[in-house]
């Protein structure tokens, strides 16, 4: 049998229950005091909201949105072993308003055209693919939604993005984007 790692959703309607998922090439959960801070940063509830979260993995910032009020979560991974994952957490959760796509980011971000408030972008790391998605995700982006991004150095995000709030657990870097915006 494969090994598993779990993850503890931290508050919100599952706060407690354990998602389970396989160990993969890249996958690492983001941690439980980074995903405090960072919903801290959103405000704790996502009540209404819309989320994309871009390289699902565990689903631990899905889940977590869910948890916290999202109304609605797509989920993008291209992993077959982390997508039947995703899906039995999300049925052992009757997680309502998940939605859960098979496919590669860039391909996704290319062909979708509904807006998100929130949009979790963490990647593997050391691939070099942020600088790729981030003028794609403008065009993703509702009006005054956040991208939140975890690298494994400081993001420079280019000219297009502001630098809203950020931070540093141990060798991950996060932070949360905001599109600038014209004028004085």
Known sequence: MAQQGKVRIIAGEWRGRLIHFPQAEGLRPTPDRVRETLFNWLGQTLDGKTCLD???????????????????????????????????????????????????????????????????????????????????LSERLAPEGLVYAETEQALEPGEEWDVWRSDRAGNVFYCLLKRKTEGP
């Open 54 to 136: 871009l390289f699902a993995g565990s689903g631990a910032l899905g889940f977590e949105a869910l948890s916290r009020g999202a109304r609605r979560v797509v989920m993008v991974e291209q992993n077959p072993q982390v997508l039947k994952a995703l899906q039995e957490n999300g049925a052992k959760l009757d997680a309502v308003g998940m939605e859960i796509v098979a496919g590669d980011a860039p391909k996704f971000l290319l062909r979708e055209k509904r807006l998100f408030d929130v949009i979790f972008l963490d990647p593997p790391f050391h691939h070099g693919i942020l600088p790729l998605l981030l003028p794609l």
